[in-house]
């Protein structure tokens, strides 16, 4: 049974980091496209970063670019995701998925056959 559990989540102060962890388990990790997404309350889930099953490509929201920084490790079947310089609005609850090797729209929730159950990150200001 395929499973992603992440980690890592808090409370930051703004303008600080967090990195946040996805495992892995129960599908052949290094055959997927991963992302993670947020939520915030009553808003939509949004993509936030993607990374490619071979770690060659990395896609970012434009509002992250520059401060976030996804990576992966296929021996470990783990995904990361490095938060820098968060602000408030960035409080939500951050998810990571999985999709097999495909057609991937990497932007899109409804690309993805896996989800975690996501971890609070609060921003306070």
């Known amino acids: 049974q395929a499973q992603l559990v992440e980690s890592g989540g808090g409370l930051v102060q703004a303008g600080g980091s967090l990195r946040l962890s996805c495992a892995a388990s129960?599908?052949?990790?290094?055959?997927?496209?991963l992302g993670w997404f947020r939520q915030a309350p009553g808003n939509d889930r949004e993509f936030v970063a993607g990374?490619?099953?071979?770690?060659?490509?990395?896609y970012y929201a434009d509002s992250v670019k520059g401060r976030f920084a996804i990576s992966r490790d296929n021996f470990k079947s783990t995904v990361y995701l490095q938060m820098n310089n968060l602000q408030p609005e960035e409080t939500a609850v951050y998810y990571c998925?999985?999709?097999?090797?495909?057609?991937?729209?990497?932007?899109?929730?409804?690309?993805?056959?896996?989800w975690g159950r996501g971890t609070q990150v609060t921003v306070s200001s």
């Open positions: 129960g599908f052949t990790f290094s055959t997927y496209n």
């Open positions: 990374i490619s099953r071979d770690q060659e490509t990395t």
């Open positions: 998925a999985a999709v097999a090797a495909g057609l991937w729209n990497v932007h899109s929730s409804r690309s993805y056959d896996y």
